[in-house]
């Protein structure tokens, strides 16, 4: 039950709107932020048809549309070539960026909507564009005087010279803002991508367990429940951690993410590591141990919060690309002047072409495609680390297992007055 309620506030507290529909095109479900970017309350809308959502001249043709979606369903995102709106309660209408995915269960179909409010993108897009059709205009303008004034004196002329290397300037400034905006449109378009995808698998086993345990209800079926009860808590840890890693890389992005770094006294240290040692051999697989050891008596200079979310990333993956049975071994050290740590596994470790791209937004190495992941950990890593000014070393080669170095000077503080 725990689990579920976690599940739902996953579900409830997401940064995009989800609205889920049943094969009649019936909303079943409908989350916080949907409630905000739509103007309804959930109870306001269930049971009621998707095209309630939709402008009311855009109602009609859109049951032929969905219809045809429904009898050939497809993971997609809707709107190539054309801007989709959706309408408020209130009857107002905004931009949106829609991603369908769906499900299956009890062979009957489940559309599930993922809906982006894009009104403050589409308002940029209109400045720039008015932007451009200003520059153009000021160009025209500027290449016409520069061919009436082409026999003036020299102070015109310099005078000309430096209005041209400022519109070159704006210029670039207004080119650069395009980038910028396509970098994040395409980090929203991945983001979309990935969720859809990665969130279809804990779903349909999610959805697919609570039915089979609505079915073991005597004392002998004991074991299956466990089993099932032990299927959707694993789904919702895994889309926890999907959520988990967006929210960090969005963190990164904007930003957001200041490190604090302080003196961590050596026993505290090592109770915290401890800490989070047992936390991670909850998900551990059969038979694997997570060996921790460490070097030296010095506290450690770090932002407590950012290297234990490393360690759990880098240990997180030591454990799902290693067989069961197996021995992941952690160690630190700290002599003062350079904080390292390791965590080495025996998993299937990585190619040499695929290792030049592992830190890399959204890469997944070829021989984990068929692995539970979105491809941001290590990103988030790296990037934890630059703020740290630390640095990450790899070590690794195919059915050899993976070791991870990270490293943190000590040196940039001031030691404390009591040491």
Excluded: W
């Excluded at 299956?224 to 808590?233: S, V």
């Amino acid at each position: 039950m725990e689990h579920m309620q976690q599940f739902e506030a996953l579900f409830d507290h997401a940064t995009i709107g989800i609205v889920l529909c049943n094969k009649d095109a019936e909303i079943i479900n409908f989350n916080a932020q949907a409630e905000a970017q739509f103007g309804y309350t959930k109870d306001e809308v269930l049971g009621k048809k998707i095209e309630v959502l939709l402008p009311v001249k855009y109602r009609r043709s859109h049951v032929s549309d969905r219809n045809h979606f429904y009898a050939h369903p497809e993971n997609k995102v809707m709107g190539h070539g054309r801007d989709l709106h959706g309408q408020k309660k209130d009857g107002t209408e905004f931009p949106v960026e829609v991603s369908l995915s769906h499900y299956h269960n009890k062979n009957e179909v489940y559309v599930i909507a993922f809906v982006i409010d894009i009104t403050v993108r589409k308002n940029n897009e209109l400045v720039v564009l008015k932007h451009r059709e200003e520059l153009q205009q000021i160009t025209r303008q500027i290449t016409q005087l520069n061919i009436d004034l082409e026999q003036k004196v020299e102070n015109r002329t310099k005078m000309l010279r430096e209005t041209l290397a400022e519109l070159e300037k704006s210029k670039k400034e207004v080119t650069d803002a395009l980038e910028k905006e396509k970098e994040l449109g395409d980090l929203k378009t991945g983001f979309v991508t990935m969720a859809s995808h990665e969130f279809r698998t804990p779903l349909s086993t999610i959805m697919s367990s609570a039915f089979l345990l609505s079915k073991y209800d005597s004392a002998d079926d004991a074991p299956k429940r466990e089993k099932h009860i032990n299927r959707i808590r694993e789904a919702v840890n895994d889309m926890k951690s999907i959520l988990e890693d967006f929210l960090s890389l969005g963190k990164l992005e904007e930003g957001s993410v200041k490190p604090r770094m302080q003196l961590v006294p050596n026993a505290e240290y090592l109770l915290e590591m401890q800490n989070a040692v047992d936390a991670m051999m909850q998900l551990t697989k059969k038979g694997q141990r997570i060996r921790f050891t460490h070097d030296g008596a010095a506290a450690v200079f770090t932002d407590l919060s950012l290297l234990k979310n490393i360690i759990v990333n880098l240990c997180s993956n030591a454990i799902k690309f290693s067989p069961e049975g197996t021995v992941i071994q952690l160690h630190s050290a700290c002599d003062g002047q350079l904080f390292t740590l390791s965590v080495k596994d025996q998993g299937i470790g990585i190619s040499e072409d695929d290792q030049q791209h592992l830190f890399e937004r959204f890469f997944r190495a070829k021989n984990a495609a068929n692995i539970q992941g979105t491809g941001l950990g290590l990103h988030i890593v790296a990037k934890y680390l630059e703020l740290m000014h630390g640095q990450i070393e790899l070590r690794s080669a195919l059915d050899q297992g993976t070791e991870f170095i990270i490293q943190i000077p000590q040196s940039n503080h001031e030691k404390d007055p009591a040491d």
